[in-house]
């Protein structure tokens, strides 16, 4: 009796979803219908890895910049300053790790031992060392 009663609860439930389903179907099928028009109306927003977007922090002027192995580009008040646009010629220049900042006197030039001299001014280039071998052929 048990098993008889299970399969008229069963068949009367799947009666019944069959009937709501099908009243609802149309209206569903139809929502979805706009929600996809409407989605095609409006660009998708570009999103990150996780989903979300990518928030870029606000633009800020740089007022210190540091010529370490992490430094990226030259700020133009650095370029101003020492009229040089690379890190390869500032380091040569003023040394590694030579701190810049806005309305600040220029680091000390490096001299050529090495040391860093007081002098705020640019000192002269040397002329490059000729060999003797080199001397001798030329």
């Not at 740089?62 to 500032?90: H, Q, S």
């Not at 006197?105 to 080199?134: E, F, I, N, Y």
């Amino acid at each position: 009796m048990a098993r008889g009663a299970a399969f008229s609860i069963d068949a009367i439930i799947a009666t019944e979803v069959d009937k709501i389903l099908s009243r609802v179907m149309p209206a569903l099928r139809k929502r979805l219908a706009e929600a996809e028009v409407a989605g095609r109306k409006r660009a998708p927003a570009p999103r990150g890895p996780a989903g979300r977007r990518r928030r870029r922090p606000p633009r800020v002027e740089m007022t210190k910049w540091v010529a370490d192995r992490n430094a990226r580009r030259v700020p133009t008040f650095v370029i101003e300053a020492t009229g040089l646009d690379t890190k390869k010629k500032i380091v040569a220049r003023f040394g590694e790790n030579a701190a810049f900042e806005v309305g600040k006197a220029l680091p000390p030039v490096k001299s050529a031992d090495g040391a860093t001299a007081s002098g705020g001014g640019a000192g002269k280039a040397k002329a490059p060392a000729v060999r003797k071998a080199a001397k001798a052929q030329g």
